[in-house]
């Protein structure tokens, strides 16, 4: 017996280590090491994954974990060895399949459609917003509207319909960045951009019509 367990441990492979990944990931990768990974991640991917896939569970893993590799593979010399490899992997797998299931929430969701709507009823929440907690008394409650409506102006004159859509989406409704990077035919760093750019004009508009910007860009 003692004889079967020497020679069962002997025949095991050892467990790779964070160089051990790395290198053998590093291009031209090693098969047998892409398919030892993808054995883990599906492994980790269903049970933190399961309570937000309805069905075909199983499937939406596989594929997940297909697009995760690729995007290990490209960042695998980003990899610092502050955690397991492994652990790194699983997070990157994680962060792809949660994205995915944002994109699938959010895909019949037109952009264009939350501008129109919001162009109707925006005047209708600008009414209602206001820069304090407090219920304002009348004649604080008039200023604060008078103020909100020149906003409002401003938003029209300023930024453009791209600026304004993606504002809207990433602001006002929540919607998932990557999500309206993809419906604008952009990616993350421009749309990040994009915005900061808007909220500049936005600030310097404010600055010369004497309000304050930081107040009012809390609003937004």
Do not use: C
């Not at 604080?140 to 909100?148: G, N, S, W, Y």
């Not at 006002?172 to 604008?184: F, R, Y």
């Not at 508009?205 to 609003?219: V, W």
């Amino acid at each position: 017996m003692f004889n079967w367990f020497k020679k069962s441990n002997k025949n095991k492979k050892p467990s790779r280590s964070n160089e051990d990944w790395v290198e053998q990931l590093t291009p031209p990768p090693s098969e047998e090491s892409i398919s030892h990974l993808r054995i883990i991640l599906v492994r980790g991917l269903k049970p933190a994954l399961y309570k937000y896939v309805d069905r075909e569970l199983d499937q939406f893993v596989e594929d997940t974990v297909q697009d995760a590799l690729l995007k290990i593979l490209d960042k695998v010399d980003t990899f610092r060895g502050e955690s397991k490899f492994t652990t790194w992997a699983m997070k990157i797998a994680v962060r792809e399949g949660l994205s995915e299931l944002r994109r699938a929430k959010y895909k019949d969701i037109s952009l264009n459609d939350l501008v129109a709507n919001d162009d109707e009823s925006g005047r209708d929440e600008i009414n209602q917003m206001s820069f304090t907690d407090d219920q304002p008394g009348p004649d604080r409650a008039t200023h604060e509207q008078m103020i909100l409506q020149r906003v409002q102006k401003m938003i029209d004159e300023e930024l453009t319909d791209k600026q304004k859509t993606a504002m809207n989406a990433l602001m006002m409704h929540g919607i998932p960045i990557e999500v309206v990077a993809d419906q604008m035919g952009t990616n993350r760093n421009a749309l990040y951009k994009l915005v900061h750019d808007a909220r500049l004009k936005m600030k310097d508009r404010l600055m010369a019509e004497g309000i304050d910007p930081d107040e009012m860009l809390n609003q937004l």
